[in-house]
């Protein structure tokens, strides 16, 4: 899985997103959060969050790798202990 996202990531960081990258990610996760609660197209809508958070993660200058990192270092650690731990 690693890989696909990596790959996504690199088209991504030579296509660049736009200055409204928060906007149109914050419209994909309230048409993800409709999709989950009316159970219908969840993975064309996730598929869209993914997308649109790493178009956004790019245009940041935030690094895909760093996060890896980051939930490497995390992995085994439930969210409750990670967030005592900070």
């Known amino acids: 899985m690693e ?3 990596k ?3 690199k088209t991504i960081k030579s296509r660049k997103g736009s200055d409204h990258c928060l906007n149109k990610l914050k419209e994909e996760l309230g048409e993800f959060e409709d999709a989950i ?3 219908k197209n969840k993975v064309y ?3 869209d969050v993914i997308y649109h958070l790493l178009v956004t993660l790019e245009s940041a200058g935030i690094n895909f790798d ?4 980051e939930l490497k270092k995390r ?3 439930s ?3 990670e967030k005592r731990n900070r």
Not at 66 to 69: C, F, P, Q, S, V
């Open 3 to 5: 890989g696909i996202i």
């Open 7 to 9: 790959k996504l990531a």
């Open 37 to 39: 609660k009316n159970n």
């Open 79 to 81: 969210g409750f202990e």
């Open 75 to 77: 992995e085994g650690t």
């Open 66 to 69: 760093d996060i890896l990192k």
């Open 45 to 47: 809508e996730t598929a």
